[in-house]
Nanobody
Framework: QVQLVESGGGLVQAGDSLRLSCAVS????????MGWFRQGPGKEREFVAL????????HYVESVKGRFTISRDNAKNTMYLQMNSLKPEDTAVYYC????????????WGQGTQVTVSS
């Protein structure tokens, strides 16, 4: 099993930056891909970014390209999401997630951290 714990959310103003962290514990060697998802008020959960745990390849949803950066520190078993130039529409609960293969569902989820961006 893999356990994920997010931190770093908060209330910021538009244009500010915030860095989310996801602490990973358990069978980390079983991870292939880690990702960030978010769910805004009244919206469905959506994909934000992903990174391969061992290779470091990344992929982003179009709306955050150039503003958000996903990274991981394998030595610290931690994944990050650096969010710059935040917009009110980025307001959401952010979740980190993990999966064991390239094509499997994300089966490991954290509890989420709230990010609120005021205009």
């Amino acid at each position: 099993q893999v356990q994920l714990v997010e931190s770093g959310g908060g209330l910021v103003q538009a244009g500010d930056s915030l860095r989310l962290s996801c602490a990973v514990s358990g069978r980390t060697f079983s991870l292939y891909t880690m990702g960030w998802f978010r769910q805004g008020p009244g919206k469905e959960r959506e994909f934000v970014a992903l990174i391969t745990w061992h290779g470091g390849s990344t992929h982003y949803v179009e709306s955050v390209k150039g503003r958000f950066t996903i990274s991981r520190d394998n030595a610290k078993n931690t994944m990050y999401l650096q969010m710059n130039s935040l917009k009110p529409e980025d307001t959401a609960v952010y979740y980190c997630a993990g999966r064991a293969t390239l094509t499997s569902d994300f089966s490991y989820w954290g509890q989420g951290t709230q990010v609120t961006v005021s205009s």
